[in-house]
């Protein structure tokens, strides 16, 4: 489900929309929060990092703020809320149901 996640916000920012994504997470509290990044942000267009993130769970809950805010922007994603919500949106995002 992540793979389609990505797969699908990176086509949808490189053909320029700026929607907003509602079923990105399985918490009602997060939906409202997750923008895509605008096109204006990435001047030569958006590219998908290689690598998929390699952090374990104890990796996003020791993370702070500006990390996670990185970590976010390489895949295109503006999220505003909480450090914690930060957290958890990320987990949800890049570690594999095994590893939650």
Known sequence: ????WLL???LTQMFGYS???????NNPSTRNKIK????????????????YPKYSK???E?????SLDLLLKQYGISFEGS????R????ESFLWPDQL
Do not use: C, W
């Open 1 to 4: 489900m992540e793979m389609k």
């Open 8 to 10: 699908t916000s990176a």
């Open 19 to 25: 929607n907003q994504i509602n079923q990105t997470s």
């Open 36 to 51: 895509m990044m605008k096109k204006e942000e990435y001047p030569r267009g958006f590219q998908v990092p290689l690598h």
């Open 58 to 60: 104890s990796d996003y």
């Open 62 to 66: 020791a993370m702070d703020d500006l």
């Open 83 to 86: 450090l914690e919500d930060k």
């Open 88 to 91: 958890v949106f990320a987990m």
